[in-house]
C-alpha cells in the first residue's frame, strides 16, 4: 500500500505541494496526500495544533485500518504525532522530527527558520522532548504567516533568506532547517544564496519513510483514494 502524507491543516494547496515535494524526494515510493478538512487553515501555535488534532487522528485512524505502509505528519510541530503512534499500526513520521534528525545526521547542529513567533516555543519544546536540544542553535521567526508563503512568495522568500543568514552568521551553525510544511519548495534556492546546507521536513521525512520502512513502489492498483 501507499504512504499517506496527512495535511493536518484544511489547505489543499499546501497538501499538494507537500505531494509533490515527497515524490521527488523518494521516488520509488508511492504517496496519497490527504488534507484534514476539520483542520485550522493554518497551524500558527500551540492553540491551532490542538484545534488540529482530533480530525487528525481520524485520518490517521482510517489509514492505518486501510492499510497504509507509512504515515508522514505534514506539520513542522510535529501535531498530534505521539497519539498517531499509538493507534497506527505502520510507522509515523513528522516532519519535524524528521528535519531535525537529517540536520544532526548531516551537520551535527542546527538552527531552525519558522514561521511566526508564536511558533517558537512550540518547537522548542518539542526539540527538547525529542532529545536534540544539544544540537540547536536557535529557534527563528521569519515572521511570515503561513498562509503567505504561497499568497505572496517573494516577500516570505526575503524574510526566510535573512533568517538564513542571520542564523549563519550568529548561530555557530552551517544547517538550517526549515521550520513549516509550505516552505518545502525553498531549500535548493535558499542554500545556493548561502551556502548553508537547507533542509526541509518534508523531503527528510519521505526519504526516512524509505529507510524505515524499506518499501518498493506499490502497485498503481494498490493506491489508497485521496480524501
Known amino acids: 500500500m501507499s504512504i499517506v502524507l496527512i495535511n493536518p491543516n484544511s489547505t489543499a494547496s499546501m497538501t499538494a505541494a507537500m505531494l509533490h515535494g515527497a515524490r521527488l524526494a523518494a521516488p520509488d515510493l508511492v504517496?496519497?496526500?490527504w488534507t484534514s478538512h476539520?483542520?485550522?487553515?493554518?497551524?500558527?501555535?500551540?492553540?491551532?495544533?490542538?484545534?488540529a488534532v482530533p480530525p487528525l487522528l481520524e485520518l490517521v485512524r482510517e489509514a492505518s485500518n486501510m492499510g497504509?505502509?507509512?504515515?508522514?505528519?505534514?506539520?513542522?510541530?510535529?501535531?498530534?504525532?505521539d497519539e498517531a503512534r499509538e493507534i497506527a499500526a505502520c510507522p509515523v513520521i513528522g516532519i519535524g522530527q524528521a528535519g531535525y534528525h537529517m540536520a544532526t545526521l548531516l551537520a551535527g547542529r542546527f538552527?531552525?527558520?519558522?514561521?511566526?513567533?508564536?511558533?517558537?516555543?512550540?518547537?522548542?519544546?518539542?526539540?527538547?522532548a525529542q532529545g536534540f536540544a544539544p544540537h540547536l542553535g536557535r529557534?527563528?521567526?521569519?515572521?511570515?504567516?503561513?498562509l503567505?508563503?504561497?499568497a505572496d512568495p517573494d516577500a516570505a522568500h526575503t524574510a526566510i533568506l535573512r533568517e538564513t543568514r542571520a542564523a549563519m552568521a550568529e548561530d555557530d551553525v552551517r544547517c538550517v532547517v526549515l521550520g513549516c510544511a509550505g516552505m518545502v519548495d525553498l531549500p535548493?534556492?535558499?542554500?545556493?544564496?548561502?551556502?548553508a546546507t537547507v533542509i526541509d521536513g518534508v523531503t527528510a521525512a519521505a526519504r526516512l519513510m524509505a529507510a524505515l520502512a524499506g518499501l518498493h513502489t506499490a502497485p498503481a492498483a494498490q493506491l489508497l483514494p485521496q480524501v
Do not use: H, K, M, Y
Open 188 to 195: 535548493v534556492r535558499l542554500s545556493a544564496e548561502t551556502g
Open 68 to 81: 497504509a505502509s507509512g504515515i508522514i505528519i505534514g506539520c513542522f510541530d510535529d501535531t498530534g504525532l
Open 139 to 146: 529557534v527563528r521567526a521569519s515572521e511570515v504567516p503561513v
Open 148 to 150: 503567505a508563503l504561497e
Open 111 to 128: 538552527s531552525v527558520v519558522t514561521t511566526l513567533g508564536v511558533s517558537v516555543p512550540v518547537l522548542r519544546a518539542n526539540i527538547d
Open 38 to 51: 476539520g483542520g485550522p487553515p493554518a497551524i500558527q501555535g500551540a492553540a491551532d495544533g490542538a484545534l
Open 31 to 33: 504517496f496519497d496526500g
